[in-house]
């Protein structure tokens, strides 16, 4: 018994169709993100920096490649179903049975054999190129810290640290100012990675790894951790903030003062000096030197709090230090029972920290 | 000239509780038995974890929505990547196996029938712990429930410091016991597929489903036995003290991540080789001509097995290898492309002067051929280790392989689902259920994973339960969501479908697509011994020489 063929013309263009449609609207829907400039959209295809930029030109090229053996093997798949679909009448007879050819076997083992090699060349070429880079003299030293879920920065040649923006400076025309990043974990394994500026590099708790960027425009550039490390894995975003290369000495000088020491907030200072917010925060020159925390030191130069969870505001510090488990739940931050008065104390203090 | 009878129809005692059915399943030796509960059981976990997946795609669907609590969404995305690729995949390429392969090679059991009884009771009781984590893990403290560190539990968020509750202990433990099932039944297939084979049948007259079955049950044996002693030497480092993974103490976290992929590469080929098993079988049978460069076929496979055993650290690009460590493993992912290159161009060789009828196991073959094309590419893209520094860990490599497991393996299995459930049960699956079930499902697919690559591009990585607005994620991620739905209740006829059409179906009779293998010579369903007389054969299509007795195929052979 044979089962009968029902309208099946139909289906085959009701499907190449809706392949082509599907295609056209997907790709024409995403040009304006992947590839325009779109504030605060991380596209890998507009780099701001090297690497990136090198890892563009090359996934250009993989990307043609890609296409056109698509666009051949999607072809002769739709051209073998049209032409040789099952037509009116032909029950009555099979086609002429063929069992195989070497020598077209032949042919499709050597055409991918020699894609394959270019591929190789072509990839080989960008890895030593990008993973063999030495650090030119002047190089920024940076340290980043995973930490569940935060990260910690640290300049050890400066002497800063901070958490959750890293400043670097830009190169432009005459100077080049790259930045090389020793990445390390406190904890779980997470990964640096901010798309406009290379790929993603792993923070693996007892090991060191390297990665280096070299931005040319100044800005704001967003990244995540992009290796889960738990509940709050969302919720551990990167800032790398380029600026000149005078802003960039302006915010060192800045950041290697002492913490302030108002007076206004006398109170509140030892709100935060009676409770065990020491035990994990550090505020350099003062007996505040935890070290599980981010450094607080300057905490009013960055711009968000609790790694990029919300905006860094007078509203969201008090939200912060009063709850943090509403923030950000599971980060290990405790709610630490305060008194609105308390709360109130603190937050003015850590306001005078600039 | 060949002997096959073709055998008449068993008149099958009518059962008469519900009791002695159960019963005579929990005795049950007989391989079309378990394998049909595999697959049975399988369908039932792949809707359970479908239903995460949804879960998960509703959380996603608007930024910065609440929901899934980010612990429950880390649940569930742990779950729903254990359980499809451990008790949705392994079991359907387990069920596929057991069913078919006695069938095609006309033998009447297993080599082992008590192990592939055992085999599948420790996978069945192996997804039934998993799963009772939601009860049974929160342990002291009220800490943890299922297990919350995703399918491939990097360490050291494994360890006794950062997992604590019992939630990760069901997560080795269960997998411990499917692998005891997956490791037996590997055995079994490849034993009864060597020594059980019918008068004639070669090596190279044997179907090509076969062929296939014996390399992947050779990867299993081979790739599993890493992820179980991974998971051994996690349990000491957890209970007894050791440090292999507890970087706190001189561990190291990155050889967890050698051996979870020496196994999970060649996962990936154990569970896409079984979709190539179906897709062999169907395309010659709905073009109407033997399979293209049969010899060739054979042999690609067999170099795919031998390949994905040298790529795994291609999982690994962004961990720090050194710059000839990445080129090596580059090298090697690409070189996989090319037997599999081979086998799409033969798949394409067979269609290509047939007379193509668009079944719907033939429909469902012509989206995997198209899906896994684009997945192969993509997965091209990502052997560029510089490129995959920027995706790996993206949305793109989720949309990558979920192309290849959902697009490729999925559509491969229920390319088999359609074709052999006439045989399994007897009646045919209801054609325009069949057909909605398709294009749903295809379309919906599509809206899904076609669209999901995009996020990544833009820099969003995966497992994040959720995103802020304003990085061009949230129309991508809406989009996707919608897919899911349509996906759903593609799956949703599907599951109608196999229920409605055992009792309404149409009757299939032994041979309801005109093919050529073994296993359409026996009654549909097939009687507990498969085959009246011992069948003997001639060639690598038994039934076209019995049909077509002036041009049979051992005169070519």
């Known amino acids: ?354 | 000239m060949a002997t096959q009878e073709i055998a008449l129809a068993e008149v099958r005692q009518p059962t008469t509780s519900l009791i002695d059915r159960l019963h005579s399943l929990v005795v049950t030796v007989d391989h079309k038995k378990l394998g049909l509960m595999y697959i049975g059981t399988a369908i039932g976990f792949l809707v359970v974890a479908g239903l995460m997946a949804l879960g998960l795609r509703l959380q996603l669907a608007v930024p910065n929505n609440t929901f899934l609590e980010p612990d429950v969404f880390n649940r569930f995305f742990t779950m729903h990547g254990t359980s499809m690729v451990f008790l949705v995949g392994m079991a359907l390429v387990s069920g596929f196996g057991n069913y078919l392969v006695p069938l095609m090679i006309g033998t009447r059991d297993m080599a082992f029938p008590r192990l592939n009884a055992f085999g599948y009771w420790m996978y069945l009781f192996g997804g039934l712990l998993l799963y009772f984590s939601y009860l049974g893990a929160p342990g002291l403290a009220g800490h943890g429930s299922a297990p919350d560190v995703g399918w491939f539990a990097y360490a050291p968020l494994t360890g006794a410091a950062f997992s604590r509750g019992h939630s990760t202990d069901y997560w080795i433990l269960s997998l411990l016991l499917t692998s005891i099932g997956s490791t037996v039944s590997a055995i079994n297939v490849i034993a009864t597929a060597v020594s059980l084979r019918c008068k004639g049948m070669t090596l190279m007259r044997m179907p090509l489903l076969v062929w296939l079955m014996i390399v992947v049950n050779f990867m299993i044996l081979l790739a599993l036995p890493a992820l179980s002693a991974a998971q051994i030497m996690l349990l000491i480092d957890r209970y007894l003290g050791g440090h292999f993974f507890d970087t706190q103490a001189g561990g190291s976290a990155v050889i967890w991540q050698h051996f979870f992929w020496i196994f999970g590469h060649p996962e990936v080929y154990i569970l896409i080789i079984p979709a190539f098993a179906c897709v062999s079988e169907i395309v010659p049978v709905f073009s109407r001509k033997p399979i293209f460069g049969y010899p060739v076929m054979v042999g690609a496979t067999v170099m795919i097995g031998l390949i994905s055993t040298s790529v795994w650290a291609h999982h690994m690009f962004s961990v720090g290898m050194t710059s000839v460590s990445n080129i090596f493993f580059a090298i090697s992912t690409f070189t996989v492309a090319v037997p599999t290159g081979i086998k799409i161009f033969n798949w394409l060789g067979t269609m290509y002067g047939g007379k193509i009828r668009f079944d719907l196991p033939m429909l469902f073959c012509i989206a995997f051929l198209f899906q896994f094309l684009i997945a192969g590419l993509t997965g091209m893209m990502l052997g560029v280790a510089p490129l995959n520094w920027q995706l790996t860990d993206s949305y793109f490599v989720v949309a990558h392989f979920h192309y290849t497991l959902v697009g490729g393996f999925l559509c491969g299995m229920f390319a088999g689902f359609y074709y052999w459930y006439p045989k399994a049960v007897g009646r045919l699956l209801d054609r325009r259920l069949g057909l909605w079930h398709f294009w749903l499902f295809v379309i919906g697919f599509h809206v899904t994973f076609d669209t999901m690559h995009f996020p990544g591009l833009l820099g969003m990585p995966r497992r994040i339960f959720t995103y802020d607005a304003g990085r061009g994620w949230d129309t991508l991620n809406f989009v996707t969501s919608i897919g899911g739905l349509l996906q759903a209740v593609g799956i949703l006829c599907f599951v109608i479908n196999i229920i409605r059409s055992a009792k309404k179906g149409k009757l299939a009779g032994n041979d309801p697509w005109d093919a050529w293998t073994l296993e359409w010579t026996t009654s549909s369903p097939p009687a507990e011994y498969n085959f009246a007389t011992e069948p003997v054969v001639r060639s690598r299509r038994p039934l076209w020489d019995l049909k077509h007795p002036e041009d049979p195929d051992w005169k070519y052979e």
């Open chain 1, 1 to 354: 018994m044979r089962l009968h063929l029902y309208r099946h013309r139909k289906m085959v263009r009701a499907l190449l169709l809706f392949a082509f449609v599907l295609t056209c609207v997907i790709v024409a829907g995403q040009v304006e993100p992947v590839l325009g400039s779109t504030d605060g959209v991380t596209s890998i295809f507009r780099p701001l920096s090297q690497p990136a930029q090198e890892i563009k030109e090359t996934s250009y090229l993989v990307l043609a490649i890609c296409a056109v053996i698509f666009v051949i093997v999607a072809g002769l798949l739709i051209y073998a179903m049209v032409r040789f679909r099952h037509r009116a009448g032909d029950e009555a007879s099979e086609p002429p049975q063929v069992y195989g050819s070497n020598q077209i076997e032949l042919a499709w083992t050597v055409l991918p054999i020699l894609i394959v090699f270019v591929l190789i060349l072509v990839t080989s070429r960008t890895i030593a190129d990008i993973q063999n880079r030495k650090p030119p003299p002047g190089t920024v030293q940076a340290t980043v810290v995973g930490h569940q879920w935060w990260w910690e920065i640290r300049y050890p040649e400066l002497g800063i640290v901070t958490a959750n923006e890293l400043h670097v400076p830009a190169s432009d025309g005459t100077r080049r100012l790259p930045t090389f990043l020793k990445l390390q974990s406190a904890d779980v394994a997470h990964s640096f990675w901010v798309p406009q500026l290379a790929g993603k590099t792993d923070l693996i708790p007892n090991r060191e790894n390297l990665m280096w960027i070299e931005p040319t425009q100044p800005g704001t550039y967003l990244g995540n951790c992009a290796e889960y490390c738990g509940m709050q894995h969302a919720r551990m975003l990167i800032r790398v903030i380029v600026q000149s290369p005078a802003e960039f000495e302006r915010w060192i000088a800045e950041q290697k003062r002492a913490a302030a020491e108002e007076p206004s907030a006398q109170a509140g200072r030892q709100v935060f000096f009676a409770n065990s917010c020491v035990n994990c925060h550090t505020i350099r020159g003062t007996s505040a030197q935890g070290a599980f925390g981010p450094d607080l030191t300057h905490l009013m130069s960055r711009e968000t709090l609790a790694s990029g969870a919300a905006p860094n505001t007078t509203e969201t510090l008090r939200a912060w230090v009063r709850d943090p488990q509403k923030l950000k739940v599971g980060c290990l931050m405790p709610n630490m029972q305060l008194s609105d008065t308390e709360v109130d104390q603190i937050v003015s203090y850590l306001q005078t920290l600039k």
